[in-house]
């Protein structure tokens, strides 16, 4: 197996191609912005780009994987992570600690460690109120 990398000026890597034998076995194409951001791979097994987003602090909020599929990634004020961009459907303790997902409702030790993951509700009257300043469920 032998795996060729191009690289573009700023010392990213442009291209990736990988061969086995004399056979040319898949290749991945990259594109940067002058902030060194990825901002969309093509690779032989999809086809299709993906297309990627960031917020203002140039963290990575989504990844549009075809015209019919986004993943997100978006934090709020205090770096909590959600799965839309109107950072909803997801519940979290003022801790941080992620209680419920949308699907599955998650408990922890005395320490922080998850203990359970249920897809009833096991946190039903025992998750802590917040109080000014936290992101109550938001």
Not at 117 to 135: F, H, L, P, V, Y
Request: glycine residues 12%; charged residues 30%; proline residues 2%.
């Amino acid at each position: 197996i032998r795996i060729s990398t191009d690289y573009n000026d700023m010392g990213l890597v442009r291209s990736r191609h990988v061969h086995s034998g004399d056979h040319h076995t898949g290749w991945r194409h990259y594109r940067w912005d002058v902030g060194a951001r990825l901002m969309s791979m093509r690779c032989s097994m999809r086809g299709e780009p993906v297309i990627y987003d960031y917020d203002s602090l140039c963290n990575p909020i989504r990844g549009d994987y075809s015209l019919h599929e986004s993943i997100f990634r978006t934090p709020d004020k205090v770096g909590n992570l959600y799965r839309e961009a109107e950072c909803k459907g997801r519940r979290y303790d003022r801790g941080g600690r992620l209680l419920w997902d949308g699907e599955y409702h998650y408990a922890y030790d005395c320490e922080g460690n998850l203990v359970h993951k249920s897809r009833r509700d096991i946190n039903a009257g025992t998750a802590e109120k917040g109080q000014a300043g936290d992101t109550g469920g938001k």
